[in-house]
């Protein structure tokens, strides 16, 4: 007898409640295996693939890409006994899925663990009751009431959503293509790098498919909508939470990083160095780990719950980058135990995760301090929003020829402007001084390392 068994959408980190459907990778009548990926996902904080735990053959998808999906909610049924009995996949239903009777434990995926959902009918009164990993297949004479129809699936909220993976949205901004006015030739309607050159090339044909309606366009007002969720949603909801319960100092400091930009081209020479890419970046990473053990208040958290403050000995280290998704912020475990050359492999494959839309919830979790690079853009300056559980954020502006008195004469110097945003809860404007200086120090000399 065939054997069904409905996958909900897990919990893929801690306290979601809810997720996008970004694609399928697989379509009713596929094979699958044990831990085979068979839709992404996009959370509040990153696009996840999500496996499934068993063997089987797919019967069902019951949500399309683009919609918005609770966590807990069946999003695909498979027979995991395909050679018994043929019988049609009985519909998902709320009843079915809350009924304690038809639950089972979920092996542990990966990364997370779910309950699953065995759907099955239920029992005739008076009848005995269907083993509990089958589905007994209708009687040829006397088949039971055809399953309820599921309601139709609401549609994805806030009108059109754009199928696209991560590096395919990355080359549509590149070459300034609007994958609102695509149509995705792949399956499912997911649009491919093919279909993004077509369009940049002016011969893609399916442009024109896309209605104004979906797009959420509304010629009259000449405005386009677009849904609050994903990465914004949880971005605007953390910079709302700290804005409003951290009180914040913003500090300035602009120094001269003439002798940090040449010992980078000395490291770039080096054997030592070679093939590693060492930014502005990676010197400020290194700045902040020293600079935070002589200033462990800057490091610090504030406990509003435990009436505490809570020092930490260790520093996961968040930066800021920006992709295609949105502004996401991944860390860096245990920066201060890495030299300078294992932080510069580090920062390259945590940025190039981030924009390949590959980093995990669990990566950008419990960070200690940040630092974040508006210097990249050309901007000077900025007064950062301090993430939520952490106390301060480093902010790096551009790196500028600029007249520098050096030893009474006017010379032309490269130079930077740092800010230090802290929470005046934790880090008195004494600490917050006193670290925004160390860290300025070591990058207008990065000889003073030395005396850390």
């Known amino acids: 007898m ?113 309950k699953a959902v065995v759907t099955q009918r239920r029992a005739r009164k008076g009848a005995a009751p269907a ?13 039971a009431p055809a399953p309820v129809a599921p309601a139709p699936a609401p549609a994805p909220r806030g009108g059109y959503v754009p199928l696209a993976k991560p590096p395919v949205r990355k080359l549509a901004k590149e070459l300034g293509v609007d994958l609102h006015a695509l149509t995705g030739t792949a399956d499912g309607g997911v649009i491919t790098r093919d279909d993004v050159h077509k369009a940049a090339n002016g011969s893609a044909p399916a442009a024109a498919t896309v209605s104004t309606v979906d797009s959420g366009y509304d010629p009259a007002t000449r405005e386009r909508r677009v849904p609050i969720k994903g990465v914004r949603k949880m971005t605007a909801a953390a910079m709302v939470q700290s804005a409003y319960t951290a009180p914040h100092v913003t500090e300035f400091l602009t120094i001269d990083v003439t002798p940090m930009m040449e010992f980078r081209e000395k490291l770039k020479k080096s054997r030592e160095f070679a093939g590693v890419k060492v930014t502005p970046l990676t010197f400020a990473a290194k700045a902040v780990c020293l600079a935070a053990k002589r200033t462990p208040d800057i490091n610090a958290v504030w406990d509003e719950a435990a009436q505490e403050i809570v020092y930490k000995d260790y520093v996961h280290l968040g930066i800021a980058a920006a992709t295609p998704r949105g502004l996401i912020v991944p860390k860096v475990r245990d920066a201060d135990s890495l030299s300078l050359k294992e932080l510069a492999g580090a920062l390259t494959a945590l940025t190039e995760v981030a924009r390949q839309g590959k980093t995990s919830p669990a990566d950008m979790a419990n960070g200690t301090i940040t630092i974040t690079n508006v210097g990249v853009f050309g901007v000077d300056t900025g007064t950062p929003i301090i993430n939520p559980g952490e106390s301060a954020i480093l902010c790096l502006g551009a790196i500028k020829d600029q007249p520098w008195v050096v030893d009474g004469e006017i010379k032309v110097r490269k130079v930077l402007q740092l800010s230090l945003s802290f929470d005046h809860r934790v880090v008195d404007g004494q600490q917050g001084s006193e670290f925004l200086a160390d860290v300025g120090a070591l990058l207008a000399d990065p000889a003073m390392a030395m005396t850390y």
């Open 2 to 114: 065939p054997t069904f068994k409905q996958f909900p959408l897990a919990d893929t980190a801690e306290g979601l409640t809810e997720a996008d459907i970004l694609s399928w990778h697989v379509k009713p009548g596929d094979t699958v295996t044990v831990n085979q990926i068979v839709v992404e996902i996009e959370t509040a904080k990153a696009a996840v693939e999500l496996p499934i735990p068993w063997a089987g053959v797919v019967t069902e998808l019951h949500v399309e890409p683009g919609q918005t999906v609770e966590v807990g909610t069946p999003i695909l049924t498979i027979d995991v006994d395909p050679g018994g009995a043929a019988a049609p996949a009985p519909a998902a239903s709320p009843a079915a899925a809350s009924a304690p009777a038809e639950e089972e434990e979920m092996k542990p995926l990966v990364g997370y663990g779910s």
């Open 131 to 143: 083993p509990a990993a089958a589905v007994a297949a209708p009687a040829p004479v006397a088949p």
